[in-house]
């Protein structure tokens, strides 16, 4: 065989092996309907209490955390309150001021969380607290200086702060909860069990901050939530004659996971007299953080090609768990594309200049260093001979590619984000089922608030959750009633909100 002939053959052995892996990336209409009704399923359950010998770590249901909110801002909540966000990369303190006309004003400081908190497994929850801690004092020290210098400052009135959290935790009561596990990337294992609003207090009590106290504790879903009921039912809105309710709260970024208000008699796994004090004081309602990156951990009907399974038990640092996350969030669609790459590689179909995995470049062999932001431009690149592709793929792993390989790697890339916005669809389709949300109103219309990089950044991923909304059990019809809104930063906002009702 002449070397171009070799060449073709192998470029049409890449094709097909593709062509393959895209395959099975396919989400259809069945499948969409089949996990809707597992969905509503596994909600179900979770709204229960365990069964005998069944634990967190074993049950069928999705977690369904009791968030103790009992209800939806207006947009009237005035106040100034103190916010603390840990998330999936950033820890943020901000000072919100609620105006009471839906609109709000915030002052923030934003850092990274160093990656020696996320990657050593040998550091301690005071450590991280710590960390937190010393990052409150420096944003208190930028904006509000004057507890530092009045003499007997300590003593005045302690400032109210709500702390979102958006780890899965076992909440009690509004301000105190542990934490049940860790998920995207953090391995701190002396955390887990704990209460993490006494972590912190304490913390931020030894650091000179007794001044703060945190009165709620949050998820970023159910701020997102918060925030976007803040903030919609605005004068511009109602002019435009449009009715619609916020029902859900969801992060699609480094996580995944959503909120929506239960019916309070629903939720058994309450102690009966929690839940029959709640229903006494008028109550009807709570919102529920679903935590459903946990969606069917045993598999029973989430795609799962090799690349899934590797990722979940060799490189995640929960394995077993949140398979539905690690299949949809921003954290696993960089990864995804990254083992395609070295499989690939390694059944000799592409990147052949290199002959063995140990002389690929090291950040190809690094997990987790591809983004989801590469993918985002290889999605959208119509550049010729994908140039855009190319250059993405030099500057983020050092990798040169051939013409053939990146319409290859365009076409994985698509598959995707393509089956993550189809798994996005499941969860939205089953709350609006289960809460019956579509057909609550005559033309009643309904806003999902949602935050994180993917919804907000990735190019096409909010139509390509429409195009399965419609696909899904809710049809055309419903799909066409549904508003995705970016509620941007609503995890602040929102733990404002619960700190002012705490
Ligand atoms: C992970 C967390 C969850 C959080 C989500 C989005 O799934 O377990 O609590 O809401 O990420 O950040």
């Given at each position: 065989?002449?070397?171009?002939?070799?060449?073709?053959?192998?470029?049409?052995?890449?094709?097909?092996?593709?062509?393959?892996?895209?395959?099975?990336?396919?989400?259809?209409?069945?499948?969409?309907?089949?996990?809707?009704?597992?969905?509503?399923?596994?909600?179900?359950?979770?709204?229960?209490?365990?069964?005998?010998?069944?634990s967190e770590e074993?049950?069928?249901?999705?977690p369904?955390?009791?968030?103790?909110?009992?209800?939806?801002?207006?947009?009237?909540?005035?106040?100034?309150?103190?916010?603390a966000d840990l998330g999936g990369t950033n820890f943020r303190v901000?000072?919100?001021?609620?105006?009471?006309?839906?609109?709000?004003?915030?002052?923030?400081t934003k850092s990274r969380i160093p990656d020696e908190l996320l990657e050593d497994d040998s550091v301690t929850s005071s450590e991280l607290f710590g960390y937190l801690a010393r990052r409150t004092v420096l944003?208190?020290?930028?904006?509000?200086?004057?507890?530092?210098?009045?003499?007997?400052?300590?003593?005045?009135?302690?400032?109210?702060?709500?702390f979102t959290f958006s780890y899965p935790i076992d909440?009690?009561?509004?301000?105190s909860g542990s934490l049940i596990r860790w998920t995207k990337g953090f391995k701190i294992k002396d955390t887990i069990g704990k209460d993490v609003v006494k972590l912190y207090q304490e913390e931020l009590n030894s650091h000179g901050l007794?001044?703060?106290?945190v009165?709620?504790l949050?998820n970023d879903?159910?701020?997102?939530?918060?925030?976007?009921?803040?903030?919609?039912?605005?004068?511009?809105?109602?002019?435009?004659?449009?009715?619609?309710?916020?029902?859900?709260?969801?992060?699609?970024g480094t996580g995944?996971?959503?909120?929506?208000?239960?019916?309070?008699?629903?939720?058994?796994?309450?102690?009966?007299?929690?839940?029959?004090?709640?229903?006494?004081?008028?109550?009807?309602?709570?919102?529920?953080?679903?935590e459903?990156g946990s969606?069917?951990n045993?598999?029973?009907?989430?795609?799962?090609?090799?690349?899934?399974?590797d990722i979940d038990q060799k490189l995640s640092s929960n394995p077993g768990f949140h398979l539905?996350e690690k299949?949809?969030s921003g954290m696993f669609?960089g990864e995804?594309?990254r083992n395609?790459?070295?499989?690939?590689?390694?059944?000799?179909?592409?990147?052949?200049?290199?002959?063995?995995?140990n002389?690929?470049?090291h950040r190809?062999r690094t997990p987790f260093e591809l983004s989801?932001?590469?993918?985002?431009?290889?999605?959208?690149?119509?550049?010729?001979?994908?140039?855009?592709?190319?250059?993405?793929?030099?500057?983020?792993?050092?990798?040169?590619?051939?013409?053939?390989?990146?319409?290859?790697?365009?076409?994985?890339?698509?598959?995707?984000?393509?089956?993550?916005?189809?798994?996005?669809?499941?969860?939205?389709?089953?709350?609006?089922?289960?809460?019956?949300?579509?057909?609550?109103?005559?033309?009643?219309?309904?806003?999902?608030?949602?935050?994180?990089?993917?919804?907000?950044?990735?190019?096409?991923?909010?139509?390509?959750?429409?195009?399965?909304?419609?696909?899904?059990?809710?049809?055309?019809?419903?799909?066409?009633?549904?508003?995705?809104?970016?509620?941007?930063?609503?995890?602040?906002?929102?733990?404002?909100?619960?700190?002012?009702?705490?």
């Amino acid at each position: 065989m002449s070397f171009d002939d070799l060449h073709k053959a192998t470029a049409r052995a890449l094709t097909s092996a593709v062509d393959e892996i895209c395959e099975e990336f396919k989400i259809d209409g069945d499948d969409l309907k089949t996990l809707t009704e597992y969905f509503i399923e596994s909600m179900e359950q979770g709204l229960k209490p365990l069964e005998d010998g069944e634990s967190e770590e074993t049950s069928k249901g999705l977690p369904m955390i009791p968030s103790f909110v009992t209800g939806k801002p207006n947009g009237t909540e005035k106040g100034t309150l103190l916010a603390a966000d840990l998330g999936g990369t950033n820890f943020r303190v901000c000072s919100v001021n609620l105006k009471g006309d839906h609109t709000f004003s915030m002052e923030q400081t934003k850092s990274r969380i160093p990656d020696e908190l996320l990657e050593d497994d040998s550091v301690t929850s005071s450590e991280l607290f710590g960390y937190l801690a010393r990052r409150t004092v420096l944003f208190m020290k930028k904006f509000h200086p004057e507890f530092f210098k009045e003499p007997g400052a300590e003593s005045q009135k302690p400032l109210k702060m709500g702390f979102t959290f958006s780890y899965p935790i076992d909440q009690k009561s509004l301000a105190s909860g542990s934490l049940i596990r860790w998920t995207k990337g953090f391995k701190i294992k002396d955390t887990i069990g704990k209460d993490v609003v006494k972590l912190y207090q304490e913390e931020l009590n030894s650091h000179g901050l007794g001044m703060i106290n945190v009165v709620a504790l949050t998820n970023d879903t159910v701020g997102t939530f918060l925030s976007h009921c803040y903030s919609s039912g605005t004068a511009d809105s109602l002019s435009s004659g449009e009715i619609s309710e916020p029902v859900i709260g969801c992060i699609f970024g480094t996580g995944t996971n959503g909120c929506y208000m239960e019916k309070i008699e629903n939720i058994t796994k309450l102690p009966q007299e929690a839940r029959e004090g709640l229903l006494n004081e008028g109550k009807t309602h709570m919102v529920i953080n679903t935590e459903w990156g946990s969606f069917d951990n045993e598999l029973k009907y989430l795609p799962t090609s090799k690349y899934d399974v590797d990722i979940d038990q060799k490189l995640s640092s929960n394995p077993g768990f949140h398979l539905f996350e690690k299949r949809v969030s921003g954290m696993f669609l960089g990864e995804l594309l990254r083992n395609m790459l070295v499989d690939l590689h390694e059944r000799g179909l592409m990147l052949n200049q290199y002959r063995t995995y140990n002389q690929l470049p090291h950040r190809l062999r690094t997990p987790f260093e591809l983004s989801s932001e590469v993918l985002s431009h290889i999605e959208i690149d119509d550049s010729t001979g994908l140039r855009e592709t190319e250059l993405s793929l030099l500057q983020s792993l050092r990798l040169p590619t051939t013409p053939t390989e990146r319409i290859e790697i365009q076409k994985m890339v698509r598959a995707i984000s393509r089956r993550s916005a189809y798994l996005a669809a499941v969860p939205i389709a089953a709350i609006l089922i289960k809460t019956n949300a579509l057909n609550k109103r005559y033309h009643g219309e309904v806003e999902i608030g949602c935050d994180g990089s993917v919804v907000e950044y990735y190019p096409g991923f909010r139509s390509m959750v429409r195009h399965a909304l419609s696909l899904s059990p809710i049809g055309s019809d419903g799909e066409r009633k549904v508003h995705l809104r970016i509620a941007k930063d609503g995890s602040g906002a929102g733990a404002a909100l619960c700190a002012l009702v705490a």
